[in-house]
């Protein structure tokens, strides 16, 4: 049996996805960034909220952010748009704004909608025209995340998008990589590396890899919980981060269309009044 029930976290309005059947629940926050915060099976928690960072207004680093139209951080310059520079946060525009419920549905999993347009406070930073759809659909313990990008505009728009998975772990040291790809890039001067496995982690502080020509599916499993998390993709997520930070209990395994400064070269470009569909999922179980 699915079910989608309105209620609260924290000071935020929330929708709970259920599959009774399946023991597996997800969390959805429109209100935050339209984003993701909990994915349970059998009362165990598989992702990740950073404490009072969820509770505060600024960027969610926590849950399932969505990077759009960037993806990491923008050159110190700006982005080049239309003849003029613009300045931009991190990861973009829409993590820190409010989205709004655009629908649900219990026909064939428990689905929610939320959606988000440009207006006044986007353009100063991205001087376009746009619409982004999310639909949520939780299935047995598998999220898939359907998209939809949309230049509402009469410029052609050029963007890229990600998500940012925040997945709840023992420790780092704790973790079996399943992850193929064919280059490691550096993220300050986008340099290519072959691709020799996972080398992760390498730092006490912080670690990050940035990875290039990423094969679906990627996967982790802790051996110290026995957590299992698997996310796949569509064709148009070619990129990849591992993300960890000193002691905390979390990892961040993200599918990114862009790559940091993308927006300065290789990224995705919609025609006016068109559109692009892309999805992903999440997986997860317990060994």
Known sequence: MYTVTKGTLGAYECYTLADTDAGTTAVIVPEKGGMAVSLTKGGEEFC???????????RPRCGVPICFPVCGPTPDEGNEFLGARYPMTV????????????????????????????????????????RVRVTYTLRGAKLCVAQTYENTGSEAMPFSFGFHPYFSITHVDNLVWDLRAENVRDAA?????????????YDADQTTRHYAGVQSPMSFWDKGNGHRVTVAFDRHFTNAVL???????????????????????????????????????IEWDKA
């Open 243 to 281: 993300w960890q930070q000193g002691a905390e209990r979390f990892v961040c395994m993200e599918p990114w269309n862009g790559y940091p400064g993308s927006l300065r070269g290789a990224h995705e470009t919609l025609p006016a009044g068109e559109s692009l569909h892309a999805e992903f999922t």
């Open 189 to 201: 001067t986008g340099a290519l590396t072959p691709f020799a496995g996972v080398d992760f982690p």
């Open 48 to 58: 990740w909220l950073r404490h009072p960072n969820f509770e505060q207004p600024e």
């Open 91 to 130: 990861h973009g525009l829409l993590h820190s704004v409010p989205w709004h419920y655009d629908g649900e549905d219990t026909h064939d999993g428990a689905s929610l909608t939320v959606a988000v347009h440009d207006d006044a406070e986007t353009r100063k930073s991205y001087p376009f025209a746009f």
